[in-house]
């Protein structure tokens, strides 16, 4: 078992990199504390459930183990859903642009369900999730019980204009690229979403998470929006959100601060892979600065180096917790 660390009582100051024991805390004291504030918390502008449920708290759950020949199989006779790509019109380029929607399994398209927006890193693709069999880990733990039925949809987020060169050596074209994921997403593709297939709205049916620069995307979406998406995952999120990450990219984002209309979110994550030294040190100062203001989350530092091993281990480890 990995440990956890990084979920701290709100308003805790605390200019050190935490560990289990550090600083002289008492931080199972703190996680507690934290954790009833959590289950207390009330939600604003999501869907009611339809029947009562006990509350869940996601951060009681201190296992991030991952076993990939395990989750990534295919068993025979279990059903792995289905997907389909389709294309929307954004109202931002003036333009189709395409997107992935992956169902359940045992899809029923009478019934709704959640939905969790998954973001590409850099050079990558609408189906890279596919690719990296996020479908495949979702339809297992469904079956097994680990997790909660969901459609996902896998999305193009990077917006080039119309007959806008295409740069992407030039960091700060790729970053306004990605930075224009924001309008196009909640203007068009969430609209289209909620218009043609079954999924509950509101921030507490909605999620956000990516890996690598579409990790940097989704942290930037979730903390602009919080009233859209209540659960958000940085997976080996790189530099470019805020100072402590060494190199400010969006100009419209100066740190991570929760907005007191909707409170704590209802799940966030930020992991990286113990390996990686592209991401590495990035997602250590998120968790610091996430833990300085008081933000609860999960932090955990999973296998691998920067790339498809901890994308694979962190969507695992997101969508388990999502939803119950």
Known sequence: MR????????????????????????????????????????????EQA???????????????????????????????????????????????????????????????????YLLHGKGCAYTSWSDLGGDTILANGIAEGVMEPMILIGTDNEVVMPGEDVNRENIVWENEAYRRFLDDLTGSLMPYVESHYPVKTGRDNTAIAGFSYGGKLAMYI?????????????????????????????????????????????????????KDSEAGKVSEQIDEELTDQGIAHLYYRGPGAHGTEIWQDGIYNFCKRLFH
């Open 3 to 46: 440990s956890l660390k990084g979920i701290i009582a709100a308003g805790l100051v605390c200019t050190c990199v935490l560990s289990l024991t550090g600083c002289g805390r008492d931080l199972d004291a703190e996680r507690k504390a934290l954790n009833e504030q959590v289950l207390s918390q009330t939600q604003e502008g999501g």
């Open 50 to 116: 339809e029947e009562v449920k006990p509350a869940y708290n996601p951060y009681a759950d201190e296992e991030t183990s991952f076993d990939a020949s395990h989750w990534l199989a295919h068993v025979e006779g279990r059903d792995y859903g289905s997907q389909e790509p389709f294309t929307y019109q954004s109202k931002l380029t003036g333009t189709e642009r395409i997107a992935l929607v992956m169902f359940p399994p045992n899809y029923d398209p009478n019934k709704k369900y959640p939905v969790a």
């Open 222 to 274: 979730a903390f602009k929006r919080p009233d859209l998406f209540g659960s958000a995952g940085g997976i080996g999120t790189t530099a470019g959100l805020t100072e402590k990450t060494k190199a400010k990219l969006i100009p419209d984002f100066d740190t991570f601060r929760l907005d007191e209309k909707v409170g704590q979110f209802k799940y966030l994550m930020v992991t990286t892979g113990k």
